[in-house]
């Protein structure tokens, strides 16, 4: 009988691949966790409504940890279990910067909706921002009857790290800022993040801290790879992460979210490549 009770993966760069698909290897490891009798959900950047698909694709039957740990949706429900929002204030001084790095791109999300100003560049990378974005000329004015849930900055890889130190530099401690995406720099509600959103879950499930597993690959998973009982690093994650990791799987293209719970969790009962 495997000592862990819960799984959480993250979903873009650890279990998604850049087409959107999810390996046979790594759907039928999932299933055999579940019928093992594990909680497996999924920890992710991505709002409710565009976590969906996957959700349903692993079939998990935990509730979902969404828009980087600001939110926690149950699907079987359909009811939020924790959903903290980006004050309205913040929001719009974050929305003004887009105007100010020309060559930052800004994603408002707000519900299951997503707001920018340059539909054509979303256009072209909306299956990882979401789809379905309505174009507005200016971002602060959606959110004159309800709090954004986060922003999403989309700049070049090689400027990430500088609009990383900035963004955080502006918000200090009013937000949580991460980087989700080679290419995204986040800010999130202060007291979102995965590891947060995963604690909640776990006692909301009843499950020690010790019989979780997290797998991820990027900045904005460091919190929970760092609270579960198993913190697992993605092969083609960021180098700070693997640091930090109880272990280091083999990458997204090597199916590693796969042999990570084959190796830990099913007892080295490996599967099919």
Not at 148 to 177: M, N, T, W, Y
Not at 213 to 223: C, F, H, L, P, Y
Request: proline share 4%.
């Amino acid at each position: 009988m495997s000592a862990f009770k819960l799984i959480a993966l993250d979903l873009d760069g650890t279990t998604v691949h850049p087409d959107l698909s999810i390996s046979p290897r790594v759907l039928r490891t999932v299933q055999r966790a579940r019928e093992s009798g594990l909680w497996v959900t999924v920890a992710t950047g991505r709002n409710v409504a565009s976590t969906r698909r996957f959700a349903a694709q692993l079939g998990i039957n935990a509730p979902a940890i969404c828009l980087q740990g600001g939110a926690i949706y149950d699907y079987q429900t359909e009811r939020y279990l924790r959903h903290i929002p980006l004050p309205r204030d913040l929001a719009c001084e974050l929305a003004a910067i887009e105007r100010a790095q020309t060559a930052w791109r800004a994603a408002l999300y707000q519900g299951d909706r997503i707001y920018v100003t340059d539909g054509v560049f979303f256009g072209r990378i909306d299956d990882l921002v979401g789809r379905g974005f309505t174009v507005v000329p200016d971002l602060c004015a959606v959110l004159a009857s309800e709090d954004a849930d986060k922003i999403l900055f989309a700049v070049d890889p090689s400027q990430a790290p500088a609009a990383l130190a900035h963004l955080r530099a502006v918000v200090g401690e009013r937000a949580v800022v991460v980087q989700s995406h080679a290419r995204f720099v986040e800010v999130n509600p202060l007291g979102a993040d995965k590891g947060a959103a995963l604690q909640m879950l776990a006692a909301h499930l009843g499950v020690a801290r010790e019989a979780v597993m997290a797998i991820g690959d990027q900045g904005n998973d460091a919190t929970m790879i760092a609270w579960a009982g198993c913190g697992v690093a993605m092969g083609n994650g960021h180098a700070d992460l693997r640091a930090i990791a109880d272990w280091v799987a083999p990458s997204i293209e090597a199916d590693g979210a796969a042999i990570a719970i084959e190796r830990f969790v099913l007892d080295g009962e490996l599967g099919e490549s």
